[in-house]
């Protein structure tokens, strides 16, 4: 995906489309996949086939993606030097290229992310499974193969557009060569996950009893709404800074190597997440997000240069803790049958509503103001979203959440021995050491303890699994 998700918008300005027009079908194109990736994990969860949907979505979206190559683009009548000012005035919504973009977007880009949501699910599941291995530790060389790949793109694209438009007046850019790099790495991911053992766990509930569920927990839902914030940010400073830099004289060079020091900046990060999140707890370290976003955006307002970017986005290495936070999370908060859908709604949520509220909104604001304008009201942004989150949460969620250090769960409260769904009925009978409903299912062993609340020397009963 670095070989052309980092150029997707610039590639949209190659073809003559507006920031407006982007904007509308970014943000479209990640409203659907707010449903389509949970409705896909749903499906694997549903069915217990979680690596053959997985092949399925990858496979497919790489051959929508791909077609975006041979897509015509936006017819000028002013010339070759036509400006963006007169190519408004020219521009029509109804134009063939801008509804084949539109089109093969809407339904390529939920299937393709849907993939990386329910392998992130595959990774907590595999790695919960094996000692001395965590998600960030996994999930770091994702980073390594985006930013190697985003820089090579890049340089790619420069390399070949020197020799195929070697005198190039209209300062052009030759894509193919990126989107062919595309092909030939998504066939070789497909055979990963061909070779990969199969993560599935069986068939499990349906995705509406299964996000109800999920959803049902207050303290998750404040902090889906966190995450919610973060994607628009993360969306709007995605699309337009690229498309900023451009407007600077930024060479592909210039975006991969941005690219590139983007996602290195997080492998450092992937390592010490857990131990760094442990220390401060989930919520600190998505709030911390909020502030990183800020300096980011502040950042950009004030470049000339595009080569600055650079040097900027190193501060965006924090992402790998706010992926890993929130992911982590959300499978903390998931039982184990529930882990696709769990993964599918935080993905849904950042990179499906977020992003798409974020495009919105941002690229008229774009248009019509300019770049300045807008970086300085996302910095504002993210202020306010850390303080609301941090209210919210304090007021609202504290004393729900069991996984933070310094959660609050009242002087009075005693950590249950079953959950209550899984309380023996009044039917239940003990057999065999064991103890069973009366419709045979057993909820578990019964041991003797050392009670934690009486005096020493009495005994109570315990269920274990």
């Avoid at 220390?279 to 502030?291: E, N, P, R």
């Avoid at 950042?350 to 910095?379: K, M, Q």
Wanted: charged share 10%; with cysteine.
């Amino acid at each position: 995906m670095a070989c052309v998700a980092p150029y997707m918008s610039i590639y949209m300005r190659h073809l003559g489309l507006l920031p407006s027009q982007t904007g509308v079908i970014t943000a479209t194109k990640n409203f659907t996949s707010a449903f389509i990736k949970p409705l896909l994990g749903s499906i694997a969860d549903k069915t217990g086939r979680h690596k053959t949907v997985a092949i399925l979505t990858v496979l497919t979206a790489s051959a929508l993606h791909f077609s975006l190559l041979f897509v015509p683009p936006v017819p000028s009548s002013s010339g070759p030097q036509t400006t963006q000012l007169e190519r408004a005035k020219t521009q029509s919504w109804f134009s063939l290229t801008f509804w084949l973009v539109f089109w093969i977007t809407f339904t390529s880009h939920g299937a393709q992310w849907s993939a990386t949501s329910q392998v992130e699910a595959a990774t907590y599941l595999i790695t919960k499974k094996k000692d001395g291995s965590t998600y960030g530790q996994q999930r770091l060389w994702g980073s390594v193969g985006y930013g190697l790949l985003s820089l090579l793109s890049g340089v790619a694209m420069d390399t070949f557009t020197k020799s195929t438009l070697p005198d190039n007046p209209g300062n052009k850019t030759d894509y193919s060569v990126t989107f062919y790099m595309f092909l030939a790495f998504m066939l070789v991911s497909s055979g990963c996950l061909l070779v990969l053992d199969d993560w599935s766990t069986g068939p499990s509930v349906s995705f509406l009893k299964g996000m109800g569920s999920l959803l049902s927990q207050i303290h998750l839902v404040i902090f889906l709404f966190a995450v919610l914030l973060l994607g628009a940010q993360d969306g709007a400073g995605d699309t337009f800074m690229y498309w900023h830099l451009k407007d600077l004289g930024a060479s592909q060079t210039v975006i991969g190597t941005n690219m590139f020091v983007r996602t290195v900046a997080e492998v450092p990060l992937f390592f010490v997440s857990g131990w760094f999140i442990d220390k401060i707890g989930h919520v600190w370290a998505l709030q911390l997000s909020f502030l990183t976003f800020a300096l980011n955006f502040l950042g950009y307002s004030f470049i000339r240069n595009p080569w600055w970017a650079v040097l900027i986005d190193v501060i965006h290495g924090y992402q790998a803790v706010t992926w890993t936070a929130a992911t982590s999370y959300a499978s903390m908060s998931a039982q184990g049958d529930l882990q696709a859908v769990a993964q599918g709604i935080v993905s849904a949520t950042f990179y499906g509503l977020g992003y798409g509220v974020g495009n919105l909104v941002s690229g008229p604001v774009f248009h019509r103001y300019g770049a300045v304008v807008l970086f300085r009201s996302l910095t504002v942004f993210c202020l306010i979203g850390f303080f609301l989150f941090y209210l919210l949460y304090r007021c609202f969620g504290k004393k729900e959440n069991p996984t933070d250090p310094g959660t609050d769960r009242g002087e009075d409260t005693v950590p249950m021995l079953v959950s209550d769904e899984d309380m023996p009925k009044p039917d239940a009978f003990l057999h065999g050491g064991s103890i069973t409903t009366g419709a045979g299912e057993t909820l578990g062993s019964l041991r003797l303890v050392r009670p934690q609340f009486e005096q020493p020397g009495n005994e109570i009963e315990q269920f274990s699994s």
